[in-house]
């Protein structure tokens, strides 16, 4: 436990908060690129995500998509992109873009799968427009999955971001690197447990959010066990939902 | 011989599903349990097999108490019927029949002879052995069931509403097929099922129930019709709505049988001329 | 190319080295798995406490945790044994929810009745629960597998040889080809890895093969049952 003392005196430690490589900037640096990646990723995904989930097309082929973008190694991507387009931000911008895209993509057309198709049916039997039953019916019943699917994008873009310190000069993982290189395990250690304490504060939040978008009829209909469950995906049920390569 | 003496069962809810009940099921013969959802017919069943230990209350097999007995050893000597065939979906056929002489330690290829056997027995073809129950039809994977049921050649067969869930000509198969297999073999047979006719064609004993497994008349079926013992009785096997009570009318040549609100329910035949065939389900 | 064609020894090495450590991780997950898995679906308690902890588990990044790990069980981080627990970690935390989840879709008509034929608990578990949540744990075993091949190659940047080498290799080298080469091995590599699984589903799971033929062999059943 002596490490972890020692990792959290580097934390504690004033010195480490002055100037452009200080914890501060780091840390916002970090949480700055996630969003950002994930934002990008959003606005790509959803669309795309929706207009699958709603005509049922283009639906194999967005499968076969995100499983094999799932089967890629980040650190790979990560690399390769970085000697293409040199060491900066470029390179992890476009690969943390590109690996949140499969998890939002599935939670997006997945959530529209799973509301039973007699709600979508009664909604066009009473007279629905079809951008109607999108906006009314079938955006907030698949807002939970989708969510699900942000999260575990979000999850997967923290990850990466910190191995993103291996090619680019950003975010907390440089604390991991620089510590690596010196040998100093308490830089090390301190950078890690910083990185998994903004992981699991975001993961917090996102769990918070995920049984507030659940619409209340819905909420209210199920026991207890039910929402626990839908709380967290399920990995058995769509895996390109839950997966994160870290 | 199946004893239940002050036999109770109170849920851990609360609910009371049994109170105080007491039956003795002869040997030999079958035993209809019937009654509507909640009269703890289902209940009563499963107590004999111990999935459900009464609250109160003995039951006896043979004049042996079952809550002395080892329960998996006990469920191994008794066959037992579900509806939906409760059928192992990832074993072919012929294990799900042979899986409980295998539980007993028969050994594989006697189990599976006898298995082979057994589908003759319930009407299965063997070229069936190989498949798996989601390849069957309802009704035959109901014969699967049933096949399983005897498969330890026990004393005792439990059926909880075994053709519950097929559609009535196939029920209607399948009763007659249970009929000709009790002649047979003659069983102490346990069924339940919410539907009177259905206790009435299978029952040597009915026992009528009401909520909270309280007996509202038991007799074999004809006793029960020509004298019911209250207007619960009456109104469940549909006596008072006249549907019991049937006269004759002369139509041309033939006597017809008309309830009293004057609705068909069969034609008068006399012994020695010609019947309708004996296949075809009673008309109602 | 032609540096593929200098180093396909190397390439074979790195390969092993990675199978050394992506394999062990997919089956002490499941081993592991199973347990907390049936404890979560069996009781209520600790179904909670289970999953929260899995769910975690699981958010907390791979890198990290590799400089963690050290720190509390007092492996060098360099060492593959370091990296084989982080992954079986991540395996169990994906797996656990995978087998409660399993087991719950289990039929309750199905399980009642094994009961009542004479099933022990014990038996019940092994021969008809387990078995019956086959396919569902197959699948997670499938999104595990994946998921270890390519959280391995991170390994790389802290030293632990696999084919994530190639990339920090490359990177530092500027060798394009020795990157390229190490994305479609580790994809290669998950991809085999994943139909092996689906073979051993074949071999194990026999009857959920049928699902396609039966509507049709149940027609035939049907009609020849109606014409009997």
Not at chain 3, 58 to 79: D, N, Q
Request: aromatic share 6%; charged share 15%; with cysteine.
């Amino acid at each position: 436990m002596n490490l972890f003392q020692d990792a959290l005196n580097w934390i504690l430690d004033p010195a480490n908060y002055a100037g452009p490589g200080g914890i501060p900037v780091r840390l916002v640096e970090h949480l700055v690129f996630t969003v950002a990646a994930v934002l990008m990723a959003c606005a790509i995904a959803i669309p795309v995500g929706f207009l699958i989930g709603h005509t049922g097309r283009g639906r194999s082929l967005a499968v076969a998509t995100s499983g094999g973008l799932r089967a890629i190694p980040t650190l790979g991507l990560l690399t390769l992109v970085a000697l293409w387009v040199g060491i900066g931000l470029g390179a992890p911008s476009v690969a943390l873009t590109v690996l949140a895209i499969p998890p939002i993509l599935a939670g997006a057309y997945a959530g529209f799968e799973a509301i039973d198709r007699s709600v979508i049916d009664s909604a066009r039997s009473v007279g629905m427009s079809e951008s109607q039953i999108v906006r009314t019916v079938e955006i907030p019943l698949g807002m939970p999955l989708l969510i699900a699917g942000i999260r575990s994008a979000t999850l997967q873009v923290i990850a990466t971001a910190t191995l993103a310190a291996y090619v680019a000069d950003i975010g907390l993982g440089r604390f991991l690197f620089a510590g690596l290189k010196t040998r100093d395990y308490a830089e090390m250690l301190g950078g890690s447990l910083l990185v998994i304490l903004l992981a699991l504060t975001l993961e917090g939040i996102f769990t918070v959010m995920q049984r507030l978008v659940v619409p209340r009829g819905v909420a209210s209909g199920r026991t207890p066990v039910d929402r626990a469950r839908s709380a967290r995906p399920v990995p058995g049920m769509d895996p390109a939902i839950t997966k994160g390569t870290h | 011989m199946i004893e239940f003496r002050s036999v109770s069962k109170q849920f851990p809810d609360g609910t009371r599903a049994v109170d105080d009940f007491s039956l003795t099921l002869p040997s030999h013969r079958t035993t209809v349990l019937v009654g509507s959802s909640g009269s703890g017919k289902t209940t009563l069943l499963r107590m004999i097999n111990r999935m459900v230990d009464p609250s109160g209350g003995t039951i006896e097999i043979d004049g042996a108490d079952i809550a002395q007995l080892e329960p998996v050893q006990l469920r191994r000597s008794i066959g037992y019927v579900m509806q939906n065939s409760g059928l192992l979906p990832h074993r072919t056929v012929i294990d799900n029949v042979a899986t409980v002489p295998l539980l007993r330690g028969v050994p594989r290829k006697k189990a599976r002879a006898d298995a082979l056997a057994l589908l003759d027995t319930v009407g299965l073809d063997q070229t069936l052995a190989a498949r798996y129950p989601s390849q069957l039809s309802g009704g035959q994977q109901q014969r699967v069931g049933v096949a399983r049921g005897l498969a330890v050649n026990p004393n005792i067969l439990l059926m909880d509403e075994p053709f519950g869930a097929v559609d009535p000509i196939v029920r209607a198969e399948l009763q007659q097929e249970l009929i000709r297999l009790q002649s047979e073999l003659g069983k102490t047979v346990v069924f339940v099922t919410h539907d009177i006719e259905e206790a009435f064609l299978l029952g040597d004993q009915v026992v009528i129930l009401r909520d909270g497994g309280r007996i509202a008349q038991v007799g074999a079926p004809a006793d029960i019709l020509a004298d019911p013992a209250d207007d619960f009785v009456a109104s469940f096997i549909g006596a008072d709505r006249g549907k019991r009570a049937l006269h004759l009318e002369r139509r041309g040549d033939s006597d017809l049988l008309l309830d009293s609100e004057g609705r068909l329910a069969g034609v008068l035949v006399m012994p020695g001329t010609s019947a309708p065939s004996p296949d075809s389900p009673a008309p109602r | 190319m032609t540096w593929i064609w200098a180093n396909l020894d190397l390439l074979w090495d790195r390969t092993l080295d990675h199978l050394v450590l992506s394999v062990p991780p997919i089956m002490l997950s499941f081993l592991i798995a199973v347990p907390l898995g049936w404890l979560a679906n069996r009781y209520r308690a600790g179904r909670g406490v289970i999953l929260t902890a899995s769910g975690l588990l699981y958010a907390i990044p791979s890198l990290p945790l590799f400089f963690v790990i050290p720190a509390v069980v007092g492996t060098s981080l360099r060492s593959p044994l370091n990296l084989v627990i982080a992954l079986t970690l991540y395996g169990v935390a994906l797996m656990v929810r995978v087998v409660a989840d399993g087991l719950a879709s289990v039929d309750e008509d199905v399980r009642q009745s094994a009961v009542a034929v004479g099933y022990s608990g014990w038996s019940t578990f092994w021969q008809v629960e387990l078995p019956l949540a086959g396919p569902v744990l197959l699948a997670g075993l499938r999104v595990v597998a994946v998921s270890t091949v390519s959280l391995a190659t991170v390994g790389a940047v802290i030293g632990a040889q696999s084919l994530g080498s190639l990339f920090t290799d490359g990177f530092q080298r500027g060798i394009q080809a020795e990157i390229i080469a190490g994305i479609v091995l580790t994809v290669a590599l998950a991809l085999l890895l994943d139909g092996a699984l689906v073979l051993l589903g074949r071999l194990l799971l026999p009857w959920t093969r049928l699902a396609a033929t039966s509507r049709r062999a149940l027609r035939v059943s049907r009609s020849a049952e109606g014409s009997g």
